[in-house]
Nanobody, 122 residues
């Protein structure tokens, strides 16, 4: 079973950037498509971005297209989310999880990490 740990969140001003990391345990990381999700206060968790096992295919939620970039380094068992041009509405706790495919963001793991808080001030 893959275990996940997110990091890299923080407080930034509108227009700023952050790079989130998700480190995974286990030797099967490269066999999973991976996704980033977020949950804002009072809202349900939502899909943000997904990446295929090889990293060759990506998929984004419409509101982050052109601003966020998902990538992965299978040698380091890590998936990243580069977030640019941040907006207050991006404020949320960000989580990663294995997903069915980059185009099918259904989470595969029942257990989620602790997430990392991203706060964008206006």
């Amino acid at each position: 079973q893959v275990q996940l740990g997110e990091s890299g969140g923080g407080l930034v001003q509108t227009g700023g950037s952050l790079r989130l990391s998700c480190a995974a345990s286990g030797r099967t990381f490269s066999t999973y498509a991976m996704g980033w999700f977020r949950q804002a206060p009072g809202k349900e968790r939502e899909f943000v971005a997904g990446i295929s096992m090889s990293g060759g295919a990506t998929n984004y939620e419409d509101s982050v297209k052109g601003r966020f970039t998902i990538s992965r380094d299978n040698a380091k068992n890590t998936v990243y989310l580069q977030m640019n041009s941040l907006k207050p509405e991006d404020t949320a706790v960000y989580y990663c999880n294995a997903i069915i495919a980059s185009w099918n963001p259904k989470p595969r793991l029942d257990s989620w990490g602790q997430g990392t808080q991203v706060t964008v001030s206006s």
